[in-house]
């Protein structure tokens, strides 16, 4: 090639670099949250450890000085974990893992369980990291070596792991089929068992599900609420009086209308028995009535235990959590009331959420996750988190979106 021809090439890979050099490398095509547990540091602090996974668009030059270079956008994913104060919302640590190449890697990441100050999660690998530093204390090859039941049938996929309903500690099934309970503190594995599949109150938390307000978690606000619940032997409930008749008797998987009209409701009790029959179960209840101190709650539900079909019960003192509303219509805000067994509310407050996308109990506090209420178009609200005090009802917010912590609406309005 001449000279000539030699420099012409030579100003075209100039340009063609620049024009690379100009190109955005990498772009945020989108960010989701992948799961939220609380977890207590060592010192009794309690901590909300999220999971965000970020998708990447990453432009890249391939080839090189014996071949023509040309572009290529290469997608990875880049999973983050996030902590808060579950108290005060305050952020108390970041850190960035190992970024994901695989698509079906990436779909199998998420936070599985809290154990104790110990977060497990899987990224691409089972996790634990320590609630205080988001440091890695264990990963597969401690678990591995510390339990030689697991040394070779270790899964590598997150389909193997969940959380025991009853403990709320990380199973794994080995690749030998066995199963799995992990404790994280000493770190050791014990023999378990899947939940028998049928219990009485088991049947009674199947059937409750058809009657709740809600079939599906998260698509809205009352699908984390519950019209009724058993207490050993009694049935509470929020009812409005011309809701008696459906709750009388035979406890038998009464369905909502779908057209159920706007209620206030009241708490109410009843006495509730259990009877086994050709068909199973059944429960029923009598004496049926309203407490009497009980305040009214405008479309009111008793909030449930996170993913759980039961009601969540706040200790000292004991009671329940109301979601309700202030007004009906588009421009009604979802309020949350801690009331006691009477129905008297000890607070209230105002959720900046427009709907419950995931909803996290801890001892004393909740975590409350979901978009932004004060958006003007619904799809361009941000994700919320909201942490609240179960003693006073005061709680802060943080966005995720623009990594800062915000003004609140919850100041409670009562208590």
């Given at each position: ?27 945020i ?38 071949s ?27 850190r ?53 039941a ?22 794994v ?13 000493p ?57 008696k ?37 059944t ?51 979802y ?81």
């Amino acid at each position: 090639m001449s000279n000539r021809g030699l420099f012409v090439v030579g100003v075209a890979f100039v340009a063609f670099c620049a024009a690379v050099m100009l190109l955005p490398r990498r772009t945020i095509r989108d960010t989701e949250r992948r799961g939220s547990v609380v977890a207590r540091t060592a010192d009794g602090t309690p901590v909300v450890v999220t999971l965000l996974q970020r998708e990447v668009d990453e432009i890249v030059i391939r080839g090189g000085l014996r071949s023509i270079p040309r572009i290529a956008s290469v997608t990875w994913y880049e999973p983050i974990l996030v902590a808060h104060d579950a108290r005060s919302g305050a952020a108390r640590w970041t850190r960035t893992l190992e970024r994901i190449d695989a698509h079906d890697v990436q779909e199998q990441s998420r936070i599985l369980a809290a154990d104790g100050d110990r977060v497990w999660l899987f990224a691409a690998g089972i996790l634990g990291v320590d609630a205080a530093s988001g440091e890695t204390v264990v990963d597969a090859a401690a678990l591995e070596a510390t339990n030689p039941a697991l040394r070779d049938v270790l899964p590598r996929e997150g389909r193997w792991f969940e959380v025991e309903r009853k403990t709320r500690k990380l199973l794994v099934t080995a690749a030998d089929g066995r199963l799995w309970r992990v404790d994280a503190r000493p770190l050791a594995v014990t023999p378990a068992t899947k939940a028998a599949p049928h219990t009485i109150a088991g049947d009674y938390l199947r059937g409750l599900q058809q009657w709740s307000a809600g079939p599906a978690i998260g698509h809205a606000p009352h699908d984390y609420t519950l019209q009724g619940d058993l207490l050993e032997t009694q049935w509470v409930g929020l009812l409005a009086p011309e809701e008696k008749s459906r709750f009388e008797g035979q406890l038998s998987q009464p369905l909502r209308p779908s057209n159920d009209p706007p209620r206030r409701r009241r708490l109410w009790y009843a006495d509730a028995s259990a009877r086994n029959g050709i068909t199973g179960v059944t429960w029923s209840s009598r004496d049926l009535a309203p407490a009497d101190e009980s305040a009214e709650f405008l479309q009111g539900g008793l909030l449930r235990d996170g993913g759980y079909l039961r009601v969540l019960r706040p200790k000292a003192p004991d009671g329940f959590l109301v979601l309700h509303t202030d007004r009906l219509g588009d421009g009604g805000q979802y309020l949350l009331s801690r009331v006691d067994t009477r129905g008297r509310p000890r607070w209230t407050a105002a959720l900046p959420l427009r709907r419950i996308a995931d909803l996290i109990p801890g001892d004393d506090v909740l975590v409350l996750l979901g978009p932004d209420r004060t958006a003007e178009h619904p799809g361009d609200a941000h994700e919320l988190l909201v942490t609240l005090d179960l003693a006073t009802g005061r709680c802060r917010t943080w966005d995720f979106f623009a990594d800062a912590a915000l003004e609140t609406a919850c100041t409670p309005t009562g208590g």
